[in-house]
């Protein structure tokens, strides 16, 4: 009944990161071909749910656009564009914060990392955030979103939400998404404290690659990385305790296409002084064609701003009949 449908997002708040490239960028570029038609958004609406610089909010949506096409989405073959350009994705996002339950809210985990002791002074859009991230893929009845292990809870609210909708009204309107997380590292851990995740709201740099990193810059903070004094193991159970030789070794396997199992087939019995390097020359291979080709692109800025234009325009042909589809059945 639905077409099959993906979509995704990442937030132009702060600098791409390793995290994001293994987590979803990625795996975007693999869900892009035949089987799928691919819709991809810079989510500023979601940016803003925590203060952000009117002009570094622009340049970092310019670069995110620039991340997605230098990692290998083609414009021609998936929609990229900018969420807040597309107008129906608030509009629904009203309709399902009339669906969503205050109860389902409070028990988002992330609001409550991201609210922190003072939930009181958390703006009211960080705690609706889930209903608008459910809105941005249902609005494209999206049937698979690819992410990072992170989202998992909110596409279960997303799921809830068109459950609901369907069921309150009667329809059978609404997909039922699939989540779409995998890969050897669906969570990129914090290169500092093995128990958090990458993320580009981390006050110190040294906690994650960033996309735009050097050569010298990844090795460093990769020959900085915390570890433990004990040599690699040669098959995953050896990992279970060793959270921050874990991370490493699945960083290591996503670069190179592999499983954790091969790679430790291949170093099981190096020390991470022999080990770390070798990652540092896998990230600076992998992820230096990358940021060479962002830097350039970055230069283009009315080539950047066409794209995104031309790709709201093809989201809005979408997502329009969708929503005029939604309130007619809500009767408006
Ligand atoms: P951030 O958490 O750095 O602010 P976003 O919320 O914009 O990034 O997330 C964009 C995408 O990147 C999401 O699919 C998210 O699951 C993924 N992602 C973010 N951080 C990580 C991580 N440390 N490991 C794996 N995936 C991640």
Redesign the pocket.
């Known amino acids: 009944k639905f077409t099959p449908r993906v979509f995704?997002?990442?937030?132009p708040?702060?600098n791409l990161?390793l995290?994001?490239y293994?987590?979803?960028?990625k795996r975007f570029v693999d869900m892009q071909g035949e089987d799928f038609e691919t819709i991809y958004c810079m989510?500023d609406l979601?940016a803003i749910t925590v203060w952000q610089d009117p002009a570094r909010l622009r340049e970092k949506t310019r670069e995110v656009c620039a991340g997605f096409i230098a990692a290998g989405l083609d414009p021609e073959k998936s929609i990229l564009f900018n969420q807040s350009q597309v107008a129906e994705h608030t509009q629904l996002a009203w309709i399902f914060n009339c669906i969503a339950r205050m109860g389902w809210m409070q028990r988002m985990t992330q609001f409550k990392d991201k609210a922190g002791k003072n939930a009181q002074n958390a703006s009211l859009g960080l705690f609706a955030y889930p209903a608008l991230m459910a809105a941005d893929i249902l609005t494209y009845h999206a049937t698979h979103v690819?992410?990072?292990?992170?989202?998992k809870q909110h596409l279960e609210l997303t799921r809830d939400i068109a459950i609901k909708f369907n069921h309150d009204y009667g329809v059978d309107f609404f997909p039922v998404t699939e989540p779409v997380i995998g890969g050897p590292?669906?969570?990129?851990?914090n290169l500092r404290d093995g128990s958090r995740?990458?993320?580009?709201?981390d006050p110190s740099d040294m906690t994650r690659i960033n996309m735009t990193d050097d050569a010298d810059g990844i090795a460093k903070k990769i020959r900085k990385a915390k570890t433990d004094p004990d040599a690699l193991p040669s098959e995953t159970d050896g990992l279970s305790e060793r959270p921050e030789a874990r991370n490493l070794i699945n960083i290591y396997a996503a670069l190179n296409d592999q499983t954790a199992e091969q790679v430790l087939a291949e170093v099981g019995g190096k020390q991470f002084g022999e080990f770390k390097p070798m990652l540092a020359e896998l990230a600076v291979a992998k992820l230096a064609p990358i940021s060479t080709e962002m830097a350039r692109l970055m230069g283009e800025e009315a080539e950047i701003d066409r794209i995104l234009a031309r790709g709201a325009e093809k989201a809005r042909a979408i997502a329009a009949p969708i929503l005029q589809q939604t309130y007619d059945i809500v009767g408006m």
């Open positions: 995704s997002g990442i937030q708040s702060g990161h995290g994001n293994l987590g979803a960028l989510v979601h690819p992410v990072g292990e992170d989202q590292a669906p969570r990129v851990m995740k990458m993320s580009s709201s």
